[in-house]
T-cell receptor, first 112, second 111 residues
């Protein structure tokens, strides 16, 4: 079968390296997926999203990949910086239903 | 500035004393929701509202009430708080089909 990345609760990387954060979602009917970043003491903030009719979407330094076959989502951060240190959550939802289900979160630590 | 505002940010209360956490958004979003965040359990949805006078239970609604009398406001009510409701609470709003905007959080301690 196809190999996908495991979800890790913590990830530590060197400044300047690329980071990959993985997420498995549960509902094959979900059609909209979002990555959020939560810095210490703050609420989650939107990073990037992707709809189910796509398998890749790029933003500034971030890329989201969607593999619907194995219900897997990943967030790639290029040239990771200390300011990227945070907890990252994926969320799955239906476009018109409103309710989102959040993944467990990955704490990213960037070492200078 | 587009924002979701929660109050208070911090609250310590005693078991059984009714409290309300307010949430207001200025983006004219239809959808609003409340989450609690606990270590090791992630974000869990308490209640949500698709529009004025329309509310529904999320994954962990026990011990909570909400109301949506106006589009911008979505207060969370704890009629008789208990220590197991000690948590970090977030309000969020969104336009359906788009990302959610979260408030800064309310850290509640029930003793």
């Amino acid at each position: 079968g196809e190999s996908v990345g495991l979800h890790l609760p913590t990830l530590s990387v060197q400044e300047g390296d690329n980071s990959i954060i993985n997420c498995a979602y549960s509902n094959s009917a979900s059609d909209y997926f979002i990555w959020y970043k939560q810095e210490s003491g703050k609420g989650p903030q939107f990073i990037i999203d992707i709809r189910s009719n796509m398998d890749k979407r790029q933003g500034q330094r971030v890329t989201v990949l969607l593999n619907k076959t194995v219900k897997h989502l990943s967030l790639q951060i290029a040239a990771t910086q200390p300011g990227d240190s945070a907890v990252y959550f994926c969320a799955e939802t239906y476009t018109n239903a409103g309710k989102s289900t959040f993944g467990d979160g990955t704490t990213l630590t960037v070492k200078p | 500035e587009a924002q979701v505002t929660q109050n208070p940010r911090y609250l310590i209360t005693v078991t059984g004393k009714k409290l309300t956490v307010t949430c207001s958004q200025n983006m004219n979003h239809e959808y609003m929701s409340w989450y609690r965040q606990d270590p090791g359990l992630g974000l869990r949805q308490i209640y949500y509202s698709m529009n004025v006078e329309v509310t529904d239970k999320g994954d962990v609604p026990e011990g909570y009430k909400v109301s949506r009398k106006e589009k911008r406001n979505f207060p969370l009510i704890l009629e008789s708080p208990s220590p197991n409701q000690t948590s970090l609470y977030f309000c969020a709003s969104k336009k359906l089909g788009t990302e959610a905007f979260f408030g800064q959080g309310t850290r509640l301690t029930v003793v």
